[in-house]
C-alpha cells in the first residue's frame, strides 16, 4: 500500500480479527527504526486500546507477556541473537513485518523467521529479486546467490511467488480516491549541475603529480563524493529558500526535508540554510531553522520524532499559540525515507542524485499524506478557528530525478543483490579514498520549471499496467483462446479469473489510468498489445480519425463540405449532449453550444442527418467516453 493510505490502520483490523476469532493470543508486530517503534505504537494504541494491551517491548521486558501486542525494532531483539533467549519460537502467532522490504534483509531475516506463527508483509515497495532471471541457470552457476535472491525477494516470503502481491493500494489510487496528494516537481539546474547530469559530464583541468594539466571528467554519480563546489549547495539551498511553499497559517517556509549525499554534505547544508535563515528572518531562529538528523548527531532519532509531533527545538514563534516546530528543515541522508510519518510536510527537496526506485517511491511518499493545519484563536469571549488544506508539496529535484525515472530507468532490469552483510543500515554513507576536485566556480542558477504531477501519477507509479499484461501472457488458457481466435472466450475467462481478485483488483479502468489513456480501454485491445500484434494504444483523435476515414470513403461527400462534416461528425461521437439535440431535433438549444451552431447545422445540409445514421450503425461510442 502507498505511503500514507492506512498500513498500520489495516494491520490493527487484521490484529483484532486474529485476537478476536483466537487464532492469535500475542502479535509481535517489527519496525527497523526507533521512530517507526514509537510511531507504530501510537497508531495502533489510538485504534485498539479499548480491546487490547500494546507495549513497546524494551519499555516492559519485565511484563511484556500482559500485552497481547509487542512492538519491537528488529535490531533491539538481534543483537547478539537475544531473540533466541528471550522469546520462544511459539510466544507469537502473528508477526508483522513493517516496511519489509527493509526488515526481512540481513540479519534481520533470522529474527523473522525464528517465530512459527502467521507472517505479514507491510510495504509501499516490495522488493522482486526474481524478475527477468532465469532460475535453472542461476541456481546452476551459483546456488548461493539463488538461495540469497529467494530470501531477499519480498513475494517469495509472503507467498506470492507469482510476483503479485496479496493486496496492492497504490499511490495513483490513494490520489483518485481523496486520500493522498501528488507533488509539483521543481526540476532546477546550475550551470555545473546541467553539466554533471549531461551524457559528456563536468570537464576541468588539474594538475597531476608530474605539474602537467590533465582533463578530469565529473557526472552527478561524484557529487559530494569526488566533486565539491560551496557555489552550487548556496545556490541549491537559496533556490529552496525562495520558492518553497509557506505554511499558509504561519507564512514561515512550509515543514521540510532534505535529502543529502553525506553526513558531510548533510552538515554543509544545515549550515548554509542557518546562515540564510538569519538573514532573511533576523531574530526569529538560533541556528535551529534547519537541523541535521543523520546517524553520527546524538539524538537524531528523537528529533525525526520530535519533527513529526511538531516540537523540534520548541514550538514556531511566528504565531502565537500555533502548533508548529521551530525548526522549518530537518536535513537527513537516509534516516527519514522509509515510513516516516509526519502529514505536514510542504517540501522536500533532492540535493542528490537517486538512482533507486525503492528509495524514490519513499523519498517521494514523505510528502504526500493529506494534512488540515489548524489553528485556534480566542477573539471577543469565543474561540475562532483558522484552517486550510494541504493540496499539494513542493519536490525540489536539483538532479533530475524524477526525468530519468520517467525517460531512463529500465524498469525491466534484473535487481543486484546488496553486498553480503547488508542489512537494515541507515543510508548516511561514508568517506572515500579517490582523488577529489573541489570547484570555487560561481554557479548560478540556469534551469528552473515547476510541473505539476497529473492524477495518473508518475511513470514510477504507473508500473501496474505492465504487471497485468505479464500476468495475461504468463496465462495458458488465455494464450491458447487468443491462439486460437476465440477472443471472446479470451476475454469471459479475463473477466471471471483475473478481474477484481484480491491478488490486484486488476480492472479496466485502472489499467486505463496506468496507461494514461484518454478513452475507454477494450479488453481486446489488451490481449493484442501483450501477444504483440499492435505496438501501442491509439488516442481518442486516432481513433477518431479513423472512424472519419471510413465514412469518408464510403460516402465520398465533395471537397466544399469536408472541414463542415469533420467538425460535426467529431462532435457528434464524443459529445453526448449534442447527439440528444439531434436525436430530439432540439436545435435552438445550439444556440449557447460552442461545438455545432445552428449555422453549422444549416451549411452541413443533408449531410446532419447522414451522419447520425452511420454513426448510429458502424461507430462503437462507448469506445470514446
Known sequence: MATGTGKTLASAAVIKLFLRTGNANRILFLVDRIELENQAWKNLVRTLKNDYTCVIYKENRDDWRKAEIVVSTVQSLSVNNKYRSLFSPTDFDLIISDEAHRSISGNSRAVFEYFVGYKLGLTATPRDYLKKIDPEKISKQDPREWERRQLLDSYVTFGCASGNPTFRYSLVDGVNDGFLVNPVVVDARTEITTQLLSDFGYSVLVENEEGELEEKIFFQKDFEKKFFSEKTNRILCKTFLENAIRDPLSDEIGKSIIFCVSQNHASKITQVLNIFADSLFPGKYNSDFAVQVTSIIPDAQQFSISFANNNLSGHTRALDG????????????????????????????????????????????????????????????????????????????????????????????????????????????????????????????????????????????????????????????????????????????????????????????????????????????????????????????????????????????????????????????????????????????????????????????????????????????????
Open 322 to 625: 500555533y502548533l508548529s516546530s521551530k525548526t522549518r528543515v530537518c536535513v537527513t541522508v537516509g534516516m527519514m525515507t522509509t515510513g516516516y510519518d509526519c502529514e505536514d510536510i510542504l517540501n522536500l527537496c533532492l540535493m542528490r542524485p537517486i538512482f533507486s526506485p525503492t528509495d524514490f517511491i519513499q523519498i517521494k511518499g514523505r510528502g504526500t499524506r493529506r494534512y488540515t493545519f489548524l489553528h485556534m484563536i480566542k477573539e471577543g469571549g469565543h474561540m475562532e478557528e483558522y484552517k486550510e488544506e494541504k493540496g499539494t508539496f513542493k519536490l525540489f529535484d536539483f538532479f533530475a530525478t524524477c526525468e530519468y525515472f520517467e525517460e531512463k530507468f529500465n524498469y525491466d532490469e534484473v535487481l543486484e543483490l546488496p553486498p553480503t552483510g547488508a542489512g537494515t543500515g541507515n543510508g548516511d554513507g561514508g568517506g572515500i579514498t579517490i582523488d577529489e576536485f573541489e570547484s570555487i566556480k560561481p554557479d548560478p542558477l540556469s534551469f528552473y520549471i515547476e510541473s505539476r504531477v497529473g492524477p495518473d501519477g508518475m511513470k514510477i507509479d504507473r508500473k501496474f499496467y505492465d504487471q497485468f499484461e505479464e500476468t495475461v501472457k504468463n496465462d495458458d488458457t488465455v494464450r491458447q483462446h487468443y491462439e486460437k481466435g476465440d477472443m471472446r472466450a479470451a476475454e469471459e475467462y479475463i473477466r471471471e479469473n483475473l478481474f477484481d481478485k484480491p491478488e490486484e483488483f486488476f480492472n479496466l479502468e485502472k489499467l486505463r489510468k496506468s496507461v494514461q489513456l484518454d478513452r475507454r480501454l477494450r479488453l481486446w485491445e489488451i490481449l493484442e498489445k501483450a501477444f504483440g500484434d499492435i505496438e501501442r494504444f491509439k488516442s481518442k483523435d486516432e481513433l477518431l480519425d479513423e472512424e472519419l476515414d471510413k465514412f469518408v470513403s464510403i460516402h465520398k461527400p465533395d471537397a466544399s463540405h469536408i472541414l463542415r462534416i469533420r467538425d460535426f461528425f467529431k462532435a457528434y461521437v464524443t459529445d453526448n449532449k449534442i447527439r440528444d439535440i439531434i436525436e430530439k431535433k432540439e436545435y435552438n438549444r445550439l444556440a449557447t453550444n460552442p461545438k455545432v451552431t445552428i449555422a453549422d447545422l444549416e451549411d452541413l445540409e443533408e449531410w446532419r442527418n447522414v451522419i447520425p445514421e452511420y454513426v448510429k450503425d458502424y461507430v462503437p461510442l462507448n469506445t470514446f467516453l
